[in-house]
């Protein structure tokens, strides 16, 4: 081998590695016998939640974060600060952030080649932060570690680390697969076989696990052969998503600028008010809402141009909400349209406009295809909890959550979305009627849900 390489290899691989599996035994060798006793005996009263992402853009590991607060748990919140979070989290007396360092940006890439390289660094890179932060920094009182996944590296390493020296428990929240993200990138790579192994091995040794369906229960359970407590948490409304009263909407539509300039023919039903929240990913193909788009669009303006008057189909206002990597493609994809009928906008919303933003809609609509087929889109959930009617892309288990026909309705493509639009928006009737059904969905909240599904693991696991 090449000194170089050797040196490189030392320097970069070896050294961090052998440092950070010696330095723990040195440090627990030097601490007093009582510091690092286990959660048996008194009852400790920390969570610490580790989000390997950004914390504002993680919703579902904030209210994790909320809600063992609200239950008398001190909680220490872990992970990359970027966006805004929430006012209810940052103000929480009980609640603290622990901001980690994002990876130097160059090692993120997309080239097979240099991904082989890169990835081995940024995960020591990040084994290093979150050893260093979860062994020595982490309050003495802490009790259990909950992480997600994806990503499960290196947070699964550091999870058994952190339960071997200092008796944390440890609890795996499954949001997806980070195999299955990987394969949509890489195909059939062997990286993604062994990101698989991996995600199986390091999963099974979790003390409790919460899933977000019941079909990735099923498949812990039977395809990955996991016993040990694995509770189904679907994600629910946290209270902050409500109806609106007429009056809170029109307050809401004149005064957002977004909407205020059309806010009076949205309030009249000549403007029907659309919101999609998208992560700009692969995992959801924009283009269908784009295509079903420039259909409705062709439809209405050749009614509006034959003069149907009150019968026309209504304009429509898309608001597409959410931050990612496609998103400046598409947006100047926008531009080129040329549209008569559909003004459609894209926006990034403060925490405490979104909920206000999905009340007022008429239809929300979810492009959200799961890489594992085993995940429900959590934007639906929002909308659900304002009480609006959704129009889902269909795939494996979206069932769970939306009934078609009561609480929305299933598409399978462009076409089928643009037909949706139509029909709908110009037979009231049906749509009242998924309203109706979108409203029974609000009684049904996350708080709750999560005292009687998410705490027995939390606690006993
Ligand atoms: C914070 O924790 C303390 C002690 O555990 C508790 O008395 C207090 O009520 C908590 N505060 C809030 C806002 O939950
Ligand atoms: C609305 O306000 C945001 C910032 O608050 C700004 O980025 C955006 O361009 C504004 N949109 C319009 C249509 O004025």
Known sequence: MPPLALFFITAFVATPITLFIILPVLYLKLRPPTAHKSSHGKRQSRA???VLGDIGRSPRMQYHALSLAQNDRKVSLIGYVESRISPDIVEHP????HAISTPPKFLATSSILLFTIFAPLKIIYQLCILLELLLYTLPDDTAVLITQNPPSMPTFIVAIITRYYR???WVVDWHNFGYSILALKFGKAPIVGLSEWYERYFGKRADGHLTVTSAMKNFLQTGWNMGGQINVLYDRPPSQFQPFTAEERSDFLRRFNETESQAESILKGSTRLIVS????????????LLK?????DREATMQSFLGKGGDALPRLLVIVTGKGPLKSYYESLFGT???????????WLEPEDYPKLLACADLGISLHTSSSGLDLPMKVVDLFGCGIPVLAAGFQCVGELVKDGVNGKLFQDAEGLGALLKHLLSDSKELESLKKGALEE???RWEENWKKNALPVIDRS
């Open 292 to 296: 079903a788009l420039l259909e409705y």
């Open 442 to 444: 609000t009684k049904d």
């Open 277 to 288: 929240a998208t992560s700009w990913t692969p995992d959801e193909d924009f283009s269908i």
């Open 337 to 347: 349209l040329e549209l008569q009928s559909v003004d459609i906008k894209t926006a």
């Open 94 to 97: 009980n609640i603290t952030i």
């Open 48 to 50: 610490a939640v580790l």
């Open 167 to 169: 008796g944390i428990r």
